[in-house]
């Protein structure tokens, strides 16, 4: 059964910094692309960044270019999301999700396992 757990949330101040990471089980974790949503107050779930099987590409939305950078280490099954100069419209609850298969799909329900998520906090 696959099984996501993430970590790493909390509360920061704006400019700050936090990575995430998520220990991912119950499957082949070198097999699937895997992606980070977000999902703040009131806002539906927003994809962040997405990374392949073997993570030779990625994709960020806008927002966060040049702010967040998603990785993988597939001898640890795990994910990460290292987030820089963060602002208080990154407050959110951040979940991470396996992909269909190898490649990136920017379609939540393209993502059929996820994590209950950790939440960040970012505020003055």
């Known amino acids: 059964q696959d099984r996501l757990v993430e970590s790493g949330g909390g509360l920061v101040q704006p400019g700050g910094s936090l990575r995430l990471s998520c220990a991912a089980s119950?499957?082949?974790?070198?097999?699937?692309?895997m992606g980070w949503f977000r999902r703040a107050p009131g806002k539906a779930s927003e994809l962040v960044a997405a990374?392949?099987?073997?993570?030779?590409?990625?994709y960020y939305t806008d927002s966060v270019k040049g702010r967040f950078a998603i990785a993988r280490d597939n001898d640890l099954n795990t994910l990460y999301l290292e987030m820089k100069d963060l602002e208080p419209e990154n407050t959110a609850l951040y979940s991470c999700?396996?992909?269909?298969?190898?490649?990136?799909?920017?379609?939540?329900?393209?993502?059929?396992?996820w994590g209950q998520g950790t939440q960040v906090t970012v505020t003055s």
């Open positions: 119950g499957f082949n974790f070198d097999l699937y692309s």
């Open positions: 999700a396996k992909g269909q298969g190898p490649l990136i799909s920017l379609a939540p329900h393209r993502y059929p396992a």
């Open positions: 990374i392949t099987s073997n993570a030779d590409n990625s």
